[in-house]
């Protein structure tokens, strides 16, 4: 006798700035992160959950832009009301952040819009009483992430950043003319 197995699909989603997407069903969300901020929400008891694309902190001012969504509050009011249209309760919600890394060399850390993202993201969400799971921010590495809406999975992997690169290329370099120096005959002098 042959059992039929029926495998759920899972779709795939890339979402960009300003944009989020939540899912009943199986789903994989997946962005790419710079300074922005990517906050993936789950009600684990429903598995349903979503992820959104946060480009500034605060929120729009009415009338000032036509995607409010970019902002951090609207971004995050639109998530949490779109995943509880689909079932899911606002008080069972849990977070993963990720993002606010530094990619602009000029501009100091602390001066960052990475690090003011990450700052008033995490004071939001502690201000909901929504629990962040765990996170990884700042740095000066982008991120691709992907979220598994039904599991609460993230799968990230760091791209290094065009700082990094130069600082590595001339370590190697100064490497190098260190190595042809010290390779260097030189004269001896014996003390006795």
């Not at 997946?30 to 598995?47: H, N, Q, R």
């Not at 689909?86 to 819009?113: D, H, T, W, Y």
């Not at 992997?157 to 260097?184: F, H, N, T, W, Y």
Request: hydrophobic share 40%; aromatic share 4%; net charge positive.
């Amino acid at each position: 006798m042959k059992t039929a197995h029926r495998t759920r699909e899972v779709k795939h989603v890339s979402i960009h700035i300003g944009e989020y997407h939540a899912s009943k069903r199986p789903a994989v969300i997946g962005t790419l992160l710079g300074s922005c901020i990517a906050v993936c929400l789950i009600d684990p008891v429903e598995s349903i959950g979503g992820m959104n694309h946060i480009l500034l902190p605060g929120k729009a001012s009415i009338g000032c832009c036509d995607d409010v969504s970019r902002y951090a509050v609207n971004s995050m009011e639109l998530l949490i009301n779109n995943i509880m249209r689909l079932g899911g309760k606002r008080n069972l919600l849990q977070a993963k952040v990720f993002g606010g890394a530094n990619v602009v060399p000029c501009i100091s850390e602390e001066n960052g819009m990475g690090r003011k993202n990450a700052e008033f993201v995490l004071q939001f969400l502690e201000l909901e009483s929504i629990p962040v799971l765990s996170h990884d921010l700042g740095g000066v590495n982008a991120r691709r992430i992907y979220f598994r809406t039904d599991t609460g999975e993230v799968f990230l992997r760091r791209i290094p950043s065009a700082r990094q690169q130069a600082v590595r290329a001339g370590e190697l370099e100064m490497q190098e003319r260190l190595r042809k120096e010290v390779d260097k005959a030189g004269e001896i002098t014996l003390f006795t």
